[in-house]
Nanobody
Framework: VQLQACGGGLVSAGGSLRLTCALSGSQFAIYTMAWYRQAPGKQREMVAR???????VYDDSVEGRFIISRDTTKNTWYLEMNSLKPEDTAVYSC?????????WGQGTQVTVSS
């Protein structure tokens, strides 16, 4: 079972990015899935999570700017990030919530320039 995040990059403040997370090696994901991020020198934090019934919860820092979604038929999750700020710069990863069911895969770097 492997999680793979992609879609990061360098963007100017106010720009947008769409991240994709794919779960391979498992028939389907039955858990709440989440996007996490870790900025240099800081602990990993959850930014958004979504249940199997598509109920979404966001951290206050991204509420109204980020949208999490999932396609259960493809074992894929997305994070649409709008109005990006320099403080959103981090490595973004995906995992279950809580992050106890899968090993961490490689994250994707998001860099927002001011």
């Amino acid at each position: 079972v492997q999680l793979q995040a992609c879609g990061g990059g360098l963007v100017s403040a106010g720009g947008s990015l769409r991240l994709t997370c794919a779960l391979s090696g498992s028939q389907f994901a039955i858990y709440t899935m989440a996007w996490y991020r870790q900025a240099p020198g800081k602990q990993r934090e959850m930014v958004a999570r979504i249940t199997q019934r598509r109920t979404a919860v966001y951290d206050d820092s991204v509420e109204g700017r980020f949208i999490i979604s999932r396609d259960t038929t493809k074992n894929t999750w997305y994070l649409e990030m709008n109005s990006l700020k320099p403080e959103d710069t981090a490595v973004y990863s995906c995992n279950s919530f809580p992050a106890v069911y899968y090993d961490w895969g490689q994250g994707t770097q998001v860099t927002v320039s001011s």
